[in-house]
């Protein structure tokens, strides 16, 4: 079992960095590949970022690449989510997300893959 905290949400303008932390209990962390999705009201979640077990592989949507930035301290039992350039369109409730898959394998960009979630953090961009 593992639960997450979410953290670092937050109302910024256009063009203002966030950055997101969360936060996994027990001992297994790195076990788990991370992502990070997010979800508007009425829609579906959508992928965000993931990062390989390791840490050394990360995986972006289209939508933010060059302006996200994921990592993860397996130490501290965390993953982050680095936001800059921030853009009204980014403004979601911001999930993470774990999933346990073999040492070595491409973390899921579907949402369905990952058996542990978070409550969410709101992220807002105002213009």
């Known amino acids: 079992q593992v639960q997450l905290v979410e953290s670092g949400g937050g109302l910024v303008q256009a063009g203002d960095s966030l950055r997101l932390s969360c936060a996994a209990s027990g001992r297994t962390f790195s076990s788990y590949a991370m992502g990070w999705f997010r979800q508007a009201p009425g829609k579906e979640r959508e992928f965000v970022a993931a990062?390989?077990?390791?840490?050394?592989?990360?995986y972006y949507a289209d939508s933010v690449k060059g302006r996200f930035t994921i990592s993860r301290d397996n130490a501290k039992n965390t993953v982050y989510l680095q936001m800059n350039s921030l853009k009204p369109e980014d403004t979601d409730v911001y999930y993470c997300a774990a999933d346990r898959i073999v040492y070595g394998a491409t973390p899921s960009y579907s949402a369905g893959a990952y058996e542990y979630w978070g409550q969410g953090t709101q992220v807002t961009v105002s213009s």
């Open positions: 990062i390989s077990r390791s840490g050394l592989t990360t």
